[in-house]
């Protein structure tokens, strides 16, 4: 495999981008990086991934303050077809649109709509007038009680409120059954309206908090969220690719799921069908996106809320952003309820993780070069990110497939992240 800045040398032409692309793309667009190998052995990694079946293909990224430092993709969009990754494919980005919404609500913070200590305004009384959930009655009836305090922003966005996710919580599964509750991909409100299961700020547990920030962006905003991510992040920032529905020219780009058999092998699952919004557009996962629209994205965080001219957030509040705000709670380990979904979740076992607004914190320097005070998530398919302020550095691994937290997956994760800070050192 040729490295990523020789082979940038040999595509001089549309006709020899789709042949390269056929066995796989690696370029970096920053000319500042460009010394021959530096991306070499992350191509590798990514290669070898890709050969042995242990994605069925990928997409990643890093940038420093400086530029891109690098970009490669490899593999195929979907195991049962030829067509194949591209820097331009679409994902489904699930859990990391959460970032993307916390901005969304940090900007209406800026402008005074929104108080990040104060009770969230009572548009619904699941926010206004928020219950606990206490047990079940020898009939199997739901027990609640009132909240001991209200719910602020700062939680939500912290999960800290109280909402959980049936994923990883049996109870809340088995409140949304007792009650005939609807799912949460009908897109009704109604699926959002859960009792919370331990009193707001009392511990951390991942939630449906980003879904509730959503809504409150839309009341607050006057504006549907696809709208308002349209108007004020995506539109400015250049990102032409994100959004909660895909045009007939994106779907043509999007990467297939594949699921993770017993015996390791992936299974290539349908495209789903075309997003219909139903009540409102959840802020906690729907959004499609690439690896290029993310990390303007992230560049934008690594620079303190502006890009190339364009700002998106007050340095202030990134800077807010980029704090623990979940003091000594511990946080970012979860036990699976639904391993068809997600397996148990500890990235970082032993170490001391909390939680900033929107994303995880490292409090500790990480096995793979990451500096203490990184910020890190993923998305429900297998997409991840880290976002390291000291080091100046961001990447991104993109592939589709489920369960969550899958360890060939997550260990490719880290290979990347290892091998870029490997090439920062030679920079």
Known sequence: MTSPYSRRDLLKGTAAIAAA?????????????????????????????????????????????????????????????????????????????????????????????????????????????????????????????????????????????????????????RYIKATGMPGR???KVASLRQPLVFDPGARWLYGINIEWTGRLIEATSGQTLEDYFRERIFGPLGMKDSGYVTSQEQRARQARLHTRQPDGSLAVQPLEPVPVKAEFWAAGGPLYSTARDYMVFLQMLLNGGSLNGTRILKPETVALMNQNHTGNIPCGVLKTAMPALSNDVNFFPGADIRWGLGYMMNLQSGPNGRSAGTFSWGGLFNTYYWLDPAKKVTGLIMTQILPFADAKAVKLYGQLEAGVYDAMKSA
């Open 185 to 187: 991909a009908t897109g």
């Open 21 to 173: 692309a056929a066995v796989g793309y690696a370029a970096p667009p920053h000319p500042a990086h460009a010394q021959a190998g530096r991306g070499a052995r992350i191509d590798g990694l990514l290669k070898q991934a890709v050969d042995t079946k242990e994605v069925p293909g990928v997409v990643a990224m890093a940038a420093t303050d400086k530029g891109v430092l690098y970009e490669g993709a490899f593999g195929l969009r979907a195991l049962d077809g030829t067509a194949a990754m591209t820097p331009d494919t679409v994902f489904r980005i699930a859990s990391m649109t959460k970032a993307i919404a916390t901005v969304a609500a940090m900007q209406l913070v800026e402008q005074g709509k929104l108080s990040f200590e104060g009770p969230v305004p009572n548009i619904d009384p699941t926010l206004g007038s928020p219950t606990v959930l206490e047990g079940f009655d020898a009939a199997g009836a739901p027990k609640v009680r009132p909240a001991k305090g209200p719910i602020t922003l700062r939680q939500l966005l912290t999960h800290t409120a109280g909402f959980s996710y049936d994923i990883w919580d049996p109870d809340t599964g």
